[in-house]
């Protein structure tokens, strides 16, 4: 018997083999299911013909012309350079004073706390100080944290969200990122459990103002100084069949280098737990080594007078949080805010430089324009 199969042949990129009809009487096939690899219809891989597939839908291709790039030179220059100086000038305006209270030099009030560490007896120290210039309106007390790497990776992830928001079966069960403080020797879960709950910063620093009279504290508010999400959606305290803090914790222990449990951080207990604003402020850890963090705000009064007057003033530290092993530093410091925030003079220095550079550009392609154009419109004009 004999057979005859033709070439390949390629349709749409599929390679079809075509038999022919036998030698045989009938004509019947020798290869079966031919027929239904020629007859079936095979689909196409080319695009549909429409103006999205075939890329012919309308568009607006800007061609860059001396008298189009120039004006917009122009124009951001302008714009930007007085935005960047407002910006600047009221940067430079908010009041700030800062105090540096490591102790690493011999003269200092603090050099006695140097070596402190989590377990030590905590240390007192008073530095004395004076405001030339009154500070008006909200003053916020932040304190400041050099060479202290929040941003690390696995310290990061060093905690249990779930265990934070309340839920129960986390609080008894965290989670394996934890480790090394997710359980006590006792074999006790921690609560809260991980690196970032256990270096939490717990330095007390309390203000006083000095006169004739005498040292008088100036009132310092712990409300309202963590993000209202946080305080109000991200952290929760458990729930059960009480609102006593020390049953529904009760069975967890206390972070290894915490001198008192969670239901303990304060007396109110609408600002105790997992929502105590100090460790709210604390887990939300800093993207720079550099960072300062709220602790406390100072109210104006209603009177006409400043918040802090200019005078003589006291910080007194209550020194717990140890920052020498790892050449650290610590500082406090007393700022205003505007209607941008804090002192930060980048943005307005960012705003003059992008608008000074376009500025110089355009003056530049200007001068290159009015000296070599005509030139080379001249060259295109046939004589």
């Given amino acids: 018997m004999a057979m005859n199969y033709n070439a390949k042949e390629e349709v749409d990129g599929h390679q079809v083999v075509a038999g022919s009809s036998s030698s045989m009487p009938g004509g019947r096939g020798g290869v079966s299911g031919g027929g239904n690899a020629v007859g079936g219809a095979l689909k196409s891989r080319k695009p549909d013909n429409t103006a999205f597939k075939q890329q012919r839908l309308p568009a607006w291709q800007p061609i860059l012309t001396a008298g189009t790039v120039l004006p917009a030179f122009f124009v951001i220059g302008l714009i930007f350079i007085p935005i960047g100086i407002g910006i600047f000038v009221t940067s430079n305006n908010i009041r700030e004073y800062e105090i540096d209270y490591t102790g690493t030099e011999p003269g200092s009030p603090c050099n006695k706390c140097l070596n402190v560490s989590w377990n030590s007896t905590p240390c007192y120290c008073t530095i004395n100080f004076t405001l ?10 932040y304190y400041g944290l050099s060479n202290f790497y929040q941003n690390h990776r696995r310290y990061v992830k060093s905690r249990d969200d779930s265990q934070l928001n309340g839920n129960n079966n986390s609080l008894f069960n965290p989670s394996k990122e934890c480790e090394p403080y997710r359980t006590s020797d006792d074999h006790k879960p921690i609560a809260p459990c991980g690196a970032i709950a256990n ?3 717990n330095d007390t620093l309390t203000l006083n103002s000095i006169d004739e009279n ?3 504290p100036i009132k310092l508010n712990n409300k309202g100084i963590a993000w209202w999400t946080d305080k109000y959606v991200k952290f929760r305290n458990p729930v059960g069949d009480t609102n006593n803090l020390t049953v529904l914790f009760h069975g967890t222990a206390q972070p290894i280098n915490w001198r008192r449990p969670v239901y303990r951080l304060d007396a109110d207990n609408a600002n105790n737990g997992f929502i105590n604003e100090d460790f709210i402020v604390w887990m939300r850890t ?10 406390r705000i100072i109210e104006r009064n209603e ?3 400043p ?4 005078g003589k003033y006291s910080l007194v530290i209550t020194y717990n949080f140890p920052v020498h092993s790892f050449d650290g530093r ?3 410091i007393l700022s205003t805010i505007s209607w941008m925030g804090g002192k930060n003079p980048f943005l307005g220095i960012a705003y003059i430089t992008v608008g000074s550079v376009c500025f110089f550009l355009g003056v530049v392609l200007l001068i290159i324009h009015h000296k070599y154009g005509n030139r080379n419109n001249s060259a295109d004009i046939p004589n």
Avoid: C, I, W
């Fill in 214 to 216: 005498g040292t008088h």
């Fill in 330 to 332: 610590k500082r406090m």
């Fill in 286 to 295: 800093a993207a720079l080594p550099t960072f300062r963090k709220l602790y």
């Fill in 199 to 201: 270096s939490m910063f």
């Fill in 132 to 141: 030339d210039q009154p500070f008006e309106s909200n003053v916020f007390m």
């Fill in 303 to 305: 009177s006409m007078l």
């Fill in 307 to 310: 918040t802090l007057p200019a």
